[in-house]
């Protein structure tokens, strides 16, 4: 027997009573299975777990899961996230957010947290547009998008979600798809297990006002061929047949078809998500953005680097170790005193 | 024959005196001024301090912008305010003269440095003439003296660059202020042997300086008599001169303490609330944690973070910081958490005079924030004050589970006094109990006495719950749109504001119990009111002081209080925002007395306000 047994938890364990107010097809369903499906199995007790949200559809995840749970003001949900987890280091801290909350309204929070990679879970549920407030375009949504507020198209140029996280040096970098479970899952515990920021781009379709929003990457006919599944230590291969690569030609990423001018799998890329460098998942990250590439899918970078609350806490300890616990009575007689009789 | 050893000049003994020392920014008036201040302290003296500087770091040199003075108020008996105006005016150049010489006293003494009046520094302060030639100095006893060549010939074995030696110019100015006041040049010796302990030069070159400069008076025939302020009668106690912001860090520790909290300052950079992260990020002894934030918001939702998570958590700020926080204040109002904002009042609006103290938050502390959220308000009296307020801030928040506002203003953060240091066994205890029994939990359930809710923080097994910004249910907190629970969480949590007036004790006037006028003023503005009410008292005038550190709930009395007087006046740096909420709340016809000129009262100013008032 191990020295402390925990219980053992199930997907059940936390599932609230609250009933879920999602409008019925929405991907958060799909995402809130995942989680729950995930947080047994990753042998924390269930009082330790704290789902932080901002505002938006995404938002309400806090309050159908059985944890403690912190539905805040939009956009900052990482700032007290983050003075939750500098107070609490031992708590298992998840945000969850959408793409206006995290990177419109509370896009300096988000930096900010991934650049001093404070021990925080963020799901960033990517539906391009604006749900809760019924419809206007948001930070990720392609240029030219009629939606409420831009009846003539949207002339914002989007941000790239996984560019501007490692723009940020971010140290955990994935992106996974709302309907993709066992993918989900997968990233999910990765997230789990990493100390620091884990941010993951979640890919999550809005049936009512961004219906189809992923369907060019997310439909069974097109999937294989326009993602490509990340893997550490593999080279990056996608496609229905396996045929298709990337390689390096120069500073830029080439797609190659396996075979054709005598392109082989040694020429491609093998994917290290540990690269100390963040330009080589900013490259990966770029595809994307550029025609005839796939999205990438799964850890982007995984690197280990100090983690704040924890550099924060022992720089307390090594004062306290250095020159004692402070006295009070000490401190507010320091400096200068005289006495009078 | 006039013999060779130097005669003793005649002393003279004061009951107070008042000191400015103004020059460039660059000129290190403010450590002058504060050394003369700590040296003035050990020596036994009450004193009020008022540094005044630009909000620009470096001005051009020489320049008006760039004045920069701090002005030390000491005495034998209690003193209130840093004095309207002053005996002796140290000027370093034509800007710093310009700018103060108006607040020099007829017949005052004026030194002035005379190789920093050349013709290109009177261009820079403006100076169409040559104050130093065109008798309008007439009426002080002026002192010209060469600062920078005494300075240079005193240093000149030392070694340094010209440069070097010009930065000790100041303690050759201290230095004869030293003299002119009888004080032992000691503490500052002390002090500079700390403070240049890596560079003992620099410690050996401004000790020169300032012995210099001491030796100058004593051997000149400028200066033919001296003074003694000799030291006042305090309460019997250990003391230190503190400043409003390093008592109000001081206070948090020992809130911390008293509560058995971790205390956590979440805070962004802001004039003049900066000194107060300064400061609690030194003292990580005691386990402080500081945030400093990536802005004013990330700020406060840092410190309900880490509310939520059971610290004793606090954020510190200035006016239009304040403004950005107002959305997550109103957080911290529906989730109903423990937390201290501490508001150091400047000029505003928008950015306003940042170095410069006013008390136009009042408005926004109590009312500026979404819907129906009222919050508890105080604010200290004194620099020494700040401490207890602090910790007064601290207890009503964890008892009450709720965020409080304390209102500091630039005046008692950057002013000092003697403060006497209390026994830690002479401060409250208040230790914390978080809920951690799930039988009977429910996250809104209140307390019958309070209407604190339970604080369960995140860990506790059995106590998982959520809460947030939308409207609860009451007792189970599950959110819920009902007209009516609305309704009755509305008025719940006004409810608990109003029942921190258990808390709040009934409000004694000072001077007259009753009579002819009544002074109703909070904050800063404690000491000219104090003053000008003891000179007015002697002279028969009946008034009375009411000093509210407790601006939200008001303490009960107060209603009753007001009306035994026949007038009420309400002194303040605004344009009349707490007479604003007197008149509505008691439908008195109290009147204002406001001042907004970034500056705070003069004695002489409520003086004059009074004999009016009573006339």
């Known amino acids: 027997m191990t020295a402390t047994t925990l219980p053992v938890l199930t997907r059940k364990d936390f599932q609230t009573d609250q009933e879920v107010r999602w409008c019925p097809g929405c991907g958060d369903y799909a995402i809130l299975a995942a989680v729950q499906a995930v947080f047994p199995d990753l042998g924390i007790p269930k009082e330790k777990f704290v789902v932080v949200s901002g505002i938006g559809c995404s938002s309400r995840f806090p309050y159908y899961m059985n944890t403690y749970g912190f539905h805040t003001i939009h956009g900052r949900a990482p700032a007290v996230a983050t003075g939750l987890k500098i107070a609490r280091p031992e708590l298992d801290v998840w945000v969850a957010t959408g793409d206006g909350d995290a990177l419109s309204i509370g896009g300096n929070h988000t930096i900010h947290m991934l650049r001093r990679n404070v021990g925080l879970k963020i799901l960033l549920f990517n539906n391009k547009i604006y749900g809760l407030t019924k419809g206007q375009y948001s930070p990720t949504s392609e240029i030219g998008k009629k939606a409420k507020s831009t009846p003539f198209g949207s002339v914002d140029r989007p941000f790239n979600v996984l560019s501007l996280a490692l723009g940020a040096e971010a140290t955990f970098v994935a992106r996974s798809v709302d309907v993709f479970q066992a993918h989900l899952k997968t990233t999910l515990k990765r997230a789990a297990s990493h100390k620091g920021s884990a941010f993951i781009e979640i890919l999550q379709n809005c049936n009512i006002f961004n219906d189809g929003a992923w369907e060019t990457l997310t439909e069974r006919d097109v999937r294989d061929d326009r993602t490509l599944i990340l893997e550490h230590g593999k080279p990056l291969i996608f496609g229905k047949n396996k045929d298709r690569g990337i390689r390096m030609n120069g500073i830029e990423l080439e797609v190659v078809m396996l075979g054709e001018g005598g392109a082989t799998e040694k020429d491609l890329i093998v994917h290290d998500e540990r690269n100390p460098n963040p330009g080589y998942a900013f490259l990966l990250s770029r595809m ?42 000490k401190l507010l007689r320091a400096g200068e005193t005289w006495v009078v009789k | 024959m006039a013999t060779l050893e130097a005669v003793p000049k005649p002393q ?77 005016l140290v000027a370093m150049n034509p800007a710093a003269l310009k700018t103060n010489v108006a607040d020099l006293k007829p017949g005052g003494i004026l030194i002035v440095n005379l190789d920093d009046f050349g013709e290109t520094d009177l261009k820079k302060a403006q100076c169409k003439t040559n104050p130093l030639e065109d008798h309008t100095l007439d009426g002080y006893r002026l002192f010209q003296v060469e600062l920078t060549k005494l300075t240079r010939a005193a240093l000149r074995d030392l070694g340094l660059d010209a440069k070097s030696m010009d930065r000790c110019k100041n303690f050759f100015a201290l230095g004869m202020c030293y003299w002119l006041y009888s004080r032992p040049m000691e503490p500052t010796h002390k002090w500079l042997d700390m403070k240049f302990k890596t560079k003992p030069i620099l410690a050996e070159a401004n000790k020169l300086a300032m012995r210099a400069g001491y030796a100058y008076c004593d051997a000149t025939e400028a200066f033919q008599v001296r003074y003694e302020v000799p030291p006042a009668k305090l309460e019997p106690g250990t003391y230190r001169n503190i400043s409003g912001n390093s008592a109000l860090a001081l206070g948090f520790v020992a809130a911390a303490a008293k509560s058995g909290l971790t205390l956590f300052q979440g805070s962004y950079p802001i004039t003049p609330a900066s000194d107060i992260l300064h400061e609690l990020s030194g003292f990580k002894e005691f386990g402080v944690l500081t945030f400093q934030a990536e802005d004013e918001i990330a700020a406060m939702t840092s410190v309900i973070g880490a509310a939520y998570g059971g610290a004793l958590a606090m954020t510190t700020t200035s006016g239009p910081g304040m403004a950005l926080k107002t959305e997550a204040m109103g957080l911290a109002i529906a989730t109903e958490l423990p937390m201290v904002i501490v508001d150091v009042q400047r000029g505003g609006p928008s950015t306003g005079l940042p170095t410069k103290t006013e008390q136009a938050d009042l408005m926004q502390a109590l009312f500026g924030r979404n819907s129906e959220a009222p919050i508890p308000v105080l604010a200290p009296a004194t620099p020494g004050d700040c401490f207890w307020i602090a910790i007064e801030a601290s207890r009503i928040a964890l008892k009450y589970m709720i965020p409080v506002i304390v209102l500091s203003d630039g005046y008692l953060a950057n002013g000092s006094e003697p403060w006497k240091v209390p026994e830690v066994s002479d401060l409250p205890d208040f230790p914390v109990r978080f809920r951690t029994d799930p039988v009977g939990f429910f996250p809104y359930l209140r307390d019958p006495q309070t209407l604190a809710r339970p604080w369960a923080v995140p860990g506790t097994p059995g106590l998982e719950h959520r809460i947030g910004g939308l409207e609860k249910e009451e007792t189970t907190g599950n959110v819920n749109y009902e007209p009516l629970n609305h309704e009755r969480m509305v008025r719940l949590r006004a409810a608990k504001v ?15 119990p009753d009579g002819d006028l009544l002074l109703v003023a909070w904050g800063s503005t404690y000491g000219a009111i104090t003053e000008a009410l003891r000179s007015q008292r002697d002279k028969g005038v009946r008034v009375g002081h009411v000093h509210l550190r407790h601006l939200n709930p008001l303490p009960r009395n107060l209603g009753d209080v007001l009306k035994r007087y026949r007038k009420v006046v309400v002194p303040e740096m605004n344009m009349g925002q707490l007479l604003w909420v007197l008149r509505a709340k008691y439908l008195i016809d109290a009147q204002g007395f406001n001042k907004i000129q970034g500056k705070p009262f003069k004695v002489s100013e409520v003086e004059a306000m009074i004999q009016e008032a009573v006339r």
């Open chain 1, 288 to 329: 994307d953005s550029t025609p005839g590439f796939p999205t990438p899918l799964g850890v982007l970078r995984a690197v280990d680097a100090p983690v704040y609350e924890t550099a924060m806490n022992e720089q307390v300890a090594a004062v306290i170790a250095r020159k004692g616990k402070g006295e009070l009575a």
């Open chain 2, 498 to 512: 109003d029942a921190i007036v258990q808390d709040v004790p009934d409000v004694i006037p000072a001077g007259d």
């Open chain 2, 12 to 88: 003279e003994t004061l009951a107070h005196a008042v000191i400015r020392f103004c020059g460039d920014s660059g000129d290190g008036m403010q450590i002058t001024g504060a050394q003369f201040t700590s040296t003035a302290a050990l020596f036994g003296n009450d004193l009020a301090t008022f540094p005044d500087f630009p909000a620009e770091i470096r001005a051009p040199a020489g320049t008006l912008p760039g004045v920069s003075g701090f002005q030390v108020n000491f005495s034998s008996s209690d003193v209130f305010t840093p004095g309207d105006s002053v005996d002796v």
